[in-house]
């Protein structure tokens, strides 16, 4: 008991900047006494004392502003932040590492019985206000944004955002954003931002082409070569692009310097936090 008690106070300090003490942790962090609360609730629903359970959730949710009906399995390290109208249903499912902010709900969206509530798997992160509704799977270090209403199931790694949540940003093949990176420093672009199902229908479409360009550069390739091999002399110097817009090239150079510039300051202040 007091290793998992050691753990979640643990896990706070790896979460939240804001603790500074294992007793300020312990005493005043109303996240972590909801979830221990839930432990012995849990144990009592399951050894059919459910009045009891129900009661002393009921009187958690009073103390902590959280309910945790007590039928709901909660892995470890489970993480609370501020946790004030935090919601989780009798069938939900939560992984180990999971982190959810104020305001959340694993709610159902029938009546009937059996499962009825969220799966969130190892590592997700739900934002402050969002509602995760119907016996949906989150997938593994998946992120839901803040006040995103989420009824469908989410791909592992994902970030979604929205009423109803539409993933914002999936894994990405690294091999095809550097791809994309180099071909858009070839045309004078920079191609931050560029990722596979990217909100921006403006960046998404530019990453399209730069994919369009790439096979046309593959295809005329291949060409050339066909000819050369039949005795032509094609393709020998391929002529360089040139823009005339210097000041569009300058502006485009300074905002990427910026981004760089501003990504470092972040890092630091991160790493001092």
Same mark, same amino acid.
């Given at each position: 008991?007091?290793? %998992?008690?050691?753990?979640?106070?643990?896990?706070?300090?790896?979460?939240? !900047?804001?603790? /500074?003490?294992?007793?300020?942790?312990?005493?005043?962090?109303?996240?972590? =006494?909801?979830?221990?609360? =839930?432990?012995?609730?849990?144990?009592?629903?399951?050894? %059919?004392?459910?009045?009891?359970?129900?009661?002393?959730?009921?009187?958690?949710?009073?103390?902590?502003?959280?309910?945790?009906?007590?039928?709901?399995?909660?892995? %470890?390290?489970?993480?609370?932040?501020?946790?004030?109208?935090?919601?989780?249903?009798?069938?939900?499912?939560? +992984?180990?590492?999971?982190?959810?902010?104020?305001?959340?709900?694993?709610?159902?969206?029938?009546?009937?019985?059996?499962? /009825? =509530?969220?799966?969130?798997?190892?590592?997700?992160?739900?934002?402050?206000?969002?509602?995760?509704? +119907? !016996?949906?799977?989150? +997938?593994?270090?998946?992120?839901?944004?803040?006040?995103?209403?989420?009824?469908?199931?989410? !791909?592992?790694?994902?970030?979604?955002?929205?009423? !109803?949540?539409?993933?914002? /940003?999936?894994? *990405?093949?690294? *091999?095809?954003?550097?791809?994309?990176?180099?071909?858009?420093?070839?045309?004078?672009?920079?191609?931050?931002?560029?990722?596979?199902?990217?909100?921006?229908?403006?960046?998404?479409?530019?990453?399209?082409?730069?994919?369009?360009?790439?096979?046309?550069?593959?295809?005329?390739?291949?060409?050339?070569?066909?000819?050369?091999?039949?005795?032509?002399?094609?393709?020998?110097?391929?002529?360089?692009?040139?823009?005339?817009?210097?000041?569009?090239?300058?502006?485009?150079?300074?905002?990427?310097?910026?981004?760089?510039?501003?990504?470092?300051?972040?890092?630091?202040?991160?790493?001092?936090?």
């Amino acid at each position: 008991m007091f290793k %998992r008690l050691r753990e979640d106070i643990n896990s706070v300090y790896a979460r939240d !900047p804001a603790a /500074r003490n294992w007793f300020e942790v312990l005493t005043t962090y109303p996240g972590l =006494h909801a979830i221990w609360w =839930h432990r012995l609730n849990h144990r009592l629903w399951t050894w %059919r004392c459910y009045w009891l359970a129900r009661f002393l959730s009921t009187l958690a949710r009073w103390f902590t502003g959280i309910e945790i009906h007590p039928g709901a399995k909660i892995g %470890r390290r489970f993480f609370i932040d501020h946790g004030m109208g935090v919601v989780i249903g009798e069938t939900a499912e939560i +992984g180990d590492d999971v982190t959810i902010y104020h305001g959340v709900t694993l709610g159902g969206t029938s009546w009937s019985q059996g499962k /009825r =509530h969220p799966t969130l798997r190892d590592g997700v992160v739900i934002g402050a206000g969002a509602k995760v509704l +119907g !016996p949906v799977d989150v +997938g593994k270090s998946a992120r839901i944004g803040s006040n995103a209403v989420v009824v469908r199931d989410v !791909p592992t790694e994902a970030t979604v955002v929205g009423i !109803p949540a539409r993933v914002a /940003r999936s894994p *990405e093949n690294a *091999e095809e954003s550097k791809r994309r990176e180099a071909m858009a420093k070839q045309y004078g672009f920079d191609a931050y931002a560029i990722s596979a199902d990217n909100p921006d229908p403006v960046a998404t479409a530019i990453g399209r082409m730069l994919d369009h360009v790439h096979i046309l550069d593959k295809k005329v390739s291949d060409l050339c070569c066909a000819v050369n091999q039949l005795g032509g002399n094609v393709c020998e110097e391929l002529p360089e692009v040139e823009l005339d817009d210097m000041d569009f090239l300058s502006a485009e150079q300074d905002a990427v310097e910026r981004r760089q510039q501003e990504a470092t300051a972040k890092d630091k202040t991160n790493s001092t936090e």
